[in-house]
């Protein structure tokens, strides 16, 4: 005997009672069509009579016999067994049946071919019945429209086409969900069968087949709560759905549950989220190993009637997820949801959706105390489970934040930057899978720039694949995660050997330099130095050498520089928020000291790096003398001002590595003391260390006064719109 696919057993237990049931309508059906139309007939004769003649077999003008009644009319064929011309096909069908229950029988490993062979006949003879189904309906109702009317009146389920149509939708999302729970692979076990599912289910049935609704009360709720001291399943099973017809009160679905009373929803939702997590506790305790990870006890007898209705309960904390308003919400929702986590790690698809849900909340919320609460839970479930869902939750934080970074301004930057440097923190708990996700991103990035160099060589608006702030922010957020996990006092400390994301830096720095490169006019500016920021941050925290002076010193020989600026009444630029400017800034005076402040601010934080560094004189040497030279052509007397303390200051420091190494004893060639040259002086004690600390202090105090100037104008503008709707 062949063994049953899972395909077959699962039609077996569900579908083939029904099936066999409708079948035997549908031949009840015929003989009372055949009746009717004996009765009603020319010759007044029963059926029988005309089942007789229509039966008989035609022969074509070479007396071979055909299977086809072409010589037969409607009516006389409605009025007779038209199953009998399938009698052929039924017969070769169960041949080929029993051929493959002997080659199965001869050869184990094509067990599977024969389930599908078999499957593939019983829909094809399901699909014949259908269409004699629907055939014989709509002759029936063009010749006898009062006999079609009374069925449709009296026996609707002999109308029925399709022999599954009574299959419920939740059969068939239990289904689906049973497939996953046999491919997916996780770290919670697999527990519970598949008789526990369908007597929850039978119950469910029974309970809404009485008619009448349910009317959700504060007595209820109540009563509830305290049933939930000694839980049992049922008492679970009934809140839960309670919870779920509140939840869709307004998408017109059928439950046996009203909701009507605002308190009762929100007495409801606290017994729902406080309490119910912890009676399922109570009837199923998790099994925790050493690291602290939970697992559902597979030999519990209820545990698979607690996922079974966790189940149905996910789309409510889906729906509970994305309607979050505040920080406490988000809080209780989170919090229940982590209780009873172990329990959706073996559904797939019910625990993308969970985490997308999450995930969304993270990278969406205007409030940081949400934003944290979000990745709080995040970051536990994966430390918890790294095998089963860091993957996922890596590529789903990194996609989400992309479709949240499309507005970049000074209301969303905070939550930006909390999304990207939270995200990074995770890719340091497998950095292995950090780095395969990272490598498969970075080139995603590399493609995307190469095609658009071609774009751009053909056509005008090739550009606008990658400036814009989608690419921008993930190239400085993967400028974030490396700057994290390369830095290598973190690897000294933690690791015995280097991160395997450190060999992530160079495609990164090429990629993000031939963005810069791209486009190198005066309107992207704000681009360029948003990108330099990010890899003087990689070079700082990671140690590598990035030539970053050359690409700064090309805004000097910009007309945006050298030309004589034009005066104009428009507001500072601001380019921490702006990766492009408009074409009236071009040639005025406000964006031209803009340009120079940031060129002193870039090009002191890029030699502020290596201020400590043995080779310190000899690297600012070629700039040195290049800001020299540009002095003196230069007709800008406020930024030769600038330049020329930026020039002394770096003189000064130069001077002083020059003393100082002055008293070492040993030659460039020994590494391990170069690298411990003056590792015990305070950078900011450096004359270039304390010219940046102040210049620091500048630039707050201007961000400061930008931000209230922006705020000022958007308090105006909404007023503005208030009038106007009034």
């Known amino acids: 005997m062949a063994k049953a696919s899972k395909q077959t057993k699962k039609f077996q237990n569900k579908h083939l009672k029904h099936t066999i049931e409708h079948r035997k309508k549908v031949q009840e059906f015929n003989k009372k069509a055949a009746k009717r139309k004996g009765k009603g007939g020319k010759g007044g004769k029963g059926g029988e009579d005309d089942t007789a003649t229509a039966t008989a077999t035609s022969q074509d003008k070479n007396g071979r016999s055909k299977e086809v009644f072409d010589d037969v009319s409607v009516d006389e064929f409605l009025a007779g067994d038209f199953e009998i011309p399938k009698e052929k096909k039924r017969k070769t069908l169960e041949a080929k049946q029993k051929g493959n229950a002997k080659k199965s029988s001869n050869n184990n490993d094509d067990d599977d071919d024969d389930d599908e062979e078999e499957e593939e006949e019983d829909s094809s003879s399901e699909e014949e019945d259908e269409e004699d189904m629907k055939q014989n309906l709509e002759n029936l109702e063009k010749e006898d429209p009062e006999f079609f009317k009374y069925l449709k009146e009296n026996d609707?389920?002999?109308?029925?086409?399709?022999?599954l149509d009574a299959i419920s939708d939740d059969e068939d999302a239990e289904e689906e969900e049973e497939e996953e729970e046999e491919d997916g692979e996780g770290e919670g076990e697999v527990y519970g069968d598949d008789a526990d599912g369908d007597a929850i289910m039978k119950g469910q049935d029974e309970e809404s087949a009485s008619?009448?609704?349910?009317?959700?009360?504060?007595?209820?709720?109540?009563?509830?709560?305290?049933?939930?001291?000694?839980?049992?399943?049922?008492?679970?099973?009934n809140i839960?759905?309670?919870?779920?017809?509140?939840?869709?009160?307004?998408?017109?679905?059928?439950?046996?549950?009203?909701?009507?009373?605002?308190?009762?929803?929100?007495d409801l939702m606290i017994i729902v989220l406080k309490k119910v997590p912890i009676a399922i506790e109570n009837l199923v305790k998790y099994k925790t190993n050493v690291q602290g990870v939970r697992t559902v006890p597979q030999k519990n007898s209820q545990a698979g009637q607690i996922a079974t209705i966790l189940k149905t309960h996910a789309s409510s904390y889906i729906t509970l997820l994305k309607d979050i308003t505040n920080t406490e919400s988000a809080a209780l929702i989170l919090a229940s949801l982590y209780e009873v986590f172990p329990y959706y790690l073996?559904?797939?698809?019910?625990?993308?959706?969970?985490?997308?849900?999450?995930?969304?909340?993270?990278?969406?919320?205007?409030?940081?105390?949400?934003?944290?609460?979000?990745?709080a839970f995040l970051n536990n479930v994966v430390r918890e489970y790294p095998k089963s869902i860091l993957e996922t939750v890596l590529k789903l934080t990194y996609s989400s934040f992309l479709q949240h970074c499309r507005r970049t301004n000074i209301h969303t930057i905070d939550r930006l930057n909390f999304c990207k440097n939270s995200s990074a923190e995770l890719y340091g708990i497998d950095e292995t899978i950090g780095y395969q996700i990272g490598f498969e991103y970075v080139r995603q990035l590399a493609i995307h720039l190469r095609n658009s160099i071609n774009a751009t060589s053909n056509a005008k608006e090739g550009y606008k694949t990658v400036y814009n702030w989608q690419f921008c922010h993930s190239l400085?957020?993967?400028?974030?995660?490396?700057?994290?996990?390369?830095?290598?006092?973190?690897e000294l400390k933690h690791k015995s050997k280097e991160s395997p994301m450190r060999q992530l830096i160079y495609p990164l720095v090429q990629v993000t330099l031939g963005t810069i490169k791209l486009i190198p006019t005066a309107q992207f500016f704000p681009?360029?130095?948003?990108?330099?920021?990010?890899?003087?941050?990689?070079?700082?925290?990671?140690?590598?050498?990035?030539?970053?002076?050359?690409?700064?010193?090309?805004?000097?020989?910009?007309?945006?520089?050298?030309?004589?600026?034009?005066?104009?009444?428009?507001?500072?630029?601001?380019?921490?928020?702006?990766?492009?400017?408009?074409?009236?800034?071009l040639g005025t005076r406000v964006y031209q000291d803009g340009l120079t402040e940031q060129f002193i601010e870039l090009t002191a934080e890029f030699f502020g790096l290596y201020a400590k560094n043995v080779a310190f004189p000899e690297l600012i040497t070629p700039a040195v003398l290049g800001l020299k030279r540009f002095t003196k052509k230069s007709k800008n007397v406020k930024f030769n001002k600038q330049l020329g303390q930026l020039i002394e200051k770096l003189n000064a420091n130069a001077q002083f590595i020059t003393t100082r190494r002055a008293k070492v004893e040993y030659g460039p060639s020994n590494k391990q003391e170069v690298k411990t040259f003056l590792?015990?002086?305070?950078?900011?004690?450096?004359?270039?260390?304390q010219y940046i600390t102040v210049q620091r202090q500048l630039k707050e105090e201007r961000l400061k006064m930008l931000r209230e100037a922006q705020e000022e104008e958007s308090k105006a503008l909404e007023a503005k719109k208030h009038e106007d709707s009034e």
């Open 240 to 266: 839960v759905i309670a919870f779920k017809a509140a939840m869709n009160i307004n998408k017109g679905e059928d439950y046996k549950y009203a909701m009507v009373d605002p308190q009762a929803f929100a």
């Open 211 to 237: 008619g009448a609704k349910i009317e959700i009360t504060t007595q209820l709720v109540k009563k509830w709560g305290d049933q939930l001291s000694k839980p049992t399943t049922k008492i679970i099973r």
């Open 346 to 375: 073996s559904h797939r698809r019910l625990l993308k959706q969970i985490l997308t849900a999450v995930v969304d909340v993270w990278a969406s919320a205007n409030q940081v105390d949400t934003q944290i609460a979000a990745f």
């Open 679 to 689: 590792s015990d002086y305070e950078w900011a004690k450096t004359p270039l260390g």
């Open 156 to 163: 609707k389920e002999l109308l029925s086409v399709n022999p």
């Open 527 to 585: 681009l360029r130095f948003y990108l330099l920021r990010s890899l003087i941050r990689l070079s700082q925290l990671t140690g590598v050498y990035i030539p970053l002076f050359p690409l700064l010193f090309e805004i000097l020989s910009s007309t945006a520089i050298t030309k004589p600026p034009k005066a104009s009444t428009l507001q500072m630029v601001d380019f921490e928020h702006n990766i492009k400017v408009n074409q009236a800034y």
């Open 476 to 490: 400085d957020f993967w400028s974030r995660v490396l700057s994290q996990l390369c830095n290598p006092e973190i």
